[in-house]
């Protein structure tokens, strides 16, 4: 039957089906849009701006894990007739750095071409003020992202 013509091809082997399933995708790169899932920033999109797909040793997190640049504080709706100072406020928006692990994270179809890697280094979580220095330049990078109008989506509050 089947069985056999699939030995015959070497598809199959005598103990079972020895099928070779293709390589993982890997579709959690730099620039993929996450939502937060747990922790102090759930239910908060942010961006991959590193990931360590087997781990890091050096930092301790054997796990694979993502390092992420989100909002914290998305901006709000501005009327035109408000003052500028309350356009300003309104307008203004802040942003975390954090690792997160990938079971914590989960993907969504967008992506935002911003380059954060400038910006944030690999090896920012290790030292307070080098992580407030990188926070506040994403912060800038997203704002001038956000000025542009694309990617309208990212800078919206989530709804659930």
Partial sequence: GLFRLLVQRGSCTQQGVARELPAMVKFLKPGKVVILL???????????????????????????????????????KVIKRSSQKTQARRSSMKTFIKAVNYQHIMPTRYTLDVDLKSCVPADVLGNQERKEEARKAAKDVLTDKWKSGKNKWFYTKLKF
């Fill in 38 to 76: 747990t922790g102090r920033y759930a239910g908060k999109k942010a961006v991959i701006v590193k990931n360590y797909d087997d781990g890091d040793k050096a930092t301790g997190r054997a796990y694979g894990h993502a390092l992420v640049v989100g909002l914290s504080k998305e901006p709000r």
